[in-house]
């Protein structure tokens, strides 16, 4: 019994110690870090389909052009001045 007593100040000190006495501790980092990590790469994601889908028209056109301007249908000035005004309408947009 006597040993049971000495032996209660010592847990009630390391149970206190654990249970945040001191504060909430380093442990609310990670989950902290975790998000923010996680939250970037979702962002990354968007933002970058985002990208993807208004370059893909862009894309879609010249390649329609350059096809008009390799079968014969249009000539190079004409091909030309539809490629500048494709690009100029993209970077409005953009």
Do not use: C, K
């Amino acid at each position: 019994m006597n040993e049971m007593l000495q032996a209660a100040p010592v847990l009630a000190e390391g149970w206190g110690h654990h249970a945040g006495a001191g504060g909430p501790g380093w442990w609310i980092v990670f989950p902290i870090a975790w998000f923010l990590i996680i939250a970037g790469g979702i962002t990354a994601v968007v933002l970058g389909s985002r990208r993807r889908h208004r370059l893909a028209g862009r894309r879609a056109g010249e390649a329609r052009l350059a096809e008009r301007y390799a079968a014969g249908e249009i000539d190079e000035e004409e091909y030309r001045r539809r490629m500048t005004g494709l690009r100029s309408l993209s970077e409005r947009n953009d």
